[in-house]
């Protein structure tokens, strides 16, 4: 017995009549005939009471097609449920992130991708660059939105380019170089710095270290904390000047962001397996490309570049 079965069946029970049912379904009266006896053989039991009169259900026949149209719903939705998930409709998707670069746009991507996706089940993971790629390659997480980190060519990594943030100096407000437009790499040279630690961000360290380096100086690290919070806490209290990004620094902050030149830039990255390019995947990868194009993913900071 199969769907087929299940089909003539619900048409006959509907109709109580063979001859209704055989227009209805558009095959002869015989095979239809042949097919619902075929079914109460394999069940042993009878599903119609027929006379010349009439076609009625018998109770088993009732149940039958009282369970019939409930299977045929479940399957139903099965399909919708299969082709939403090929669109990308519906499904999973596990977003893993670096916290503080992400901050400008990841709650309005989210709101986005949960109002044009309400079916897709959306997890976010707020790691470091370093495990957050980790988790990508090894499949534990659909994309990541994150720095580049240094890792084998043929792990099967994609990656989106979503914007090139420039660096600067973290001041207080009465700091010195507070006023300036720009600063120099070399004016660094004698100022306690606070940068992110190497283990939690090896791109923006080793960027950081490269300035200082092609300016002619190495650097006094100050402080080296985990966490770019943490940065931002040791220049607001005083203890030295932070190099971050143009993303870091809200613009009703109390600390100034100054652009630090030459111009040195750290990506943000979208990145994801190619093997694991799930149709959730494909979505996200629109609305950015959507919102890239039209400035929305950093508007404030992309108007002044």
């Known amino acids: 017995m199969d769907l087929r079965h299940l089909r003539y069946f619900q048409a006959v029970a509907e109709e109580l009549s063979f001859s209704r049912a055989s227009r209805r379904l558009r095959i002869a009266q015989p095979a239809l005939s042949r097919a619902i006896k075929e079914m109460e053989q394999e069940l042993q039991i009878e599903l119609f009471e027929r006379t010349r009169q009439y076609v009625r259900l018998t109770p088993a026949g009732a149940t039958m097609l009282r369970e019939t149209a409930s299977i045929f719903e479940r399957w139903d939705e099965a399909l919708r449920r299969v082709k939403r998930t090929a669109s990308g409709e519906e499904g999973e998707l596990r977003l893993g992130?670096?916290?503080?670069?992400?901050?400008?746009?990841?709650?309005?991507?989210?709101?986005?991708?949960?109002?044009?996706?309400?079916?897709?089940?959306?997890?976010?993971?707020?790691?470091?660059?370093?495990?957050?790629?980790?988790?990508?390659?090894?499949?534990?997480?659909?994309?990541?939105?994150?720095?580049?980190?240094?890792?084998?060519?043929?792990?099967?990594?994609?990656?989106?380019?979503?914007?090139?943030?420039?660096?600067?100096?973290?001041?207080?407000?009465?700091?010195?170089?507070a006023d300036r437009k720009s600063i120099p790499w070399k004016l660094l040279a004698k100022e306690p710095l606070i940068i992110l630690a190497r283990r939690e961000g090896a791109s923006l360290h080793d960027t950081v270290l490269s300035g200082c380096r092609q300016a002619g100086f190495v650097p006094k690290l100050a402080h080296t904390p985990s966490l770019i919070g943490t940065v931002i806490t040791y220049v607001a209290g005083g203890a030295g000047v932070g190099v971050v990004t143009d993303s870091i620094i809200e613009p009703d902050s109390d600390l100034r962001f100054v652009p630090l030149i030459p111009a040195q830039t750290v990506p943000l990255v979208l990145v994801w397996h190619a093997d694991h390019q799930t149709p959730p995947v494909e979505r996200l990868r629109e609305i950015i490309l959507d919102w890239k194009a039209k400035g929305r993913l950093w508007p404030k900071l992309e108007s002044a570049d």
């Open 97 to 177: 992130y670096v916290g503080p670069p992400t901050a400008p746009f990841l709650s309005r991507l989210v709101f986005e991708y949960r109002r044009r996706f309400p079916l897709v089940s959306l997890h976010l993971e707020e790691r470091t660059p370093e495990r957050v790629w980790e988790m990508v390659a090894t499949g534990k997480l659909s994309a990541a939105l994150t720095r580049p980190v240094s890792t084998p060519s043929d792990l099967g990594l994609r990656t989106l380019l979503l914007r090139e943030e420039r660096l600067g100096a973290a001041l207080r407000s009465d700091h010195p170089l």
